[in-house]
């Protein structure tokens, strides 16, 4: 089983910014992709963004193109979401999420994809106020 814990949220004022962190303590780290996700209040929880095991692949989720960036450190066992110019419909409890992958590339409509990961975190609360 992969620990995950998130941290980094927080409440903010519309334009502002935040870096949300997910730490995994464990050897294998560099083993899985990892992928961030949302759910707002009264709605499903949705894809964010993914990157893959050495970070050469990453994705976004059109809602968060151009403001958020996936970023990760294996050798510290981190992934990291930076996330700026944050608009109230940010406002969302973020997860992270890790499941083995291959190596090198990685499918990334299939990595969106929440049953792919087995692994998640318990969330850290994200509120964008206008």
């Known amino acids: 089983q992969v620990q995950l814990v998130e941290s980094g949220g927080g409440m903010v004022q519309a334009g502002g910014s935040l870096r949300l962190s997910c730490a995994a303590p464990?050897?294998?780290?560099?083993?899985?992709?990892m992928g961030w996700f949302r759910q707002a209040p009264g709605k499903e929880r949705e894809f964010v963004s993914l990157?893959?095991?050495?970070?050469?692949?990453?994705y976004y989720a059109d809602s968060v193109k151009g403001r958020f960036t996936i970023s990760r450190d294996n050798a510290k066992n981190t992934v990291f979401l930076q996330m700026n110019s944050l608009e109230p419909e940010d406002t969302a409890v973020y997860y992270c999420?890790?499941?083995?992958?291959?190596?090198?590339?990685?499918?990334?409509?299939?990595?969106?994809?929440?049953?792919?990961?087995?692994?998640w975190g318990q969330g850290t609360q994200v509120t964008v106020s206008s």
């Open positions: 999420a890790a499941t083995l992958a291959p190596p090198r590339s990685i499918d990334i409509w299939y990595f969106q994809r929440q049953s792919v990961y087995p692994h």
């Open positions: 990157i893959s095991r050495s970070g050469e692949t990453t």
């Open positions: 464990g050897r294998t780290f560099s083993t899985y992709a």
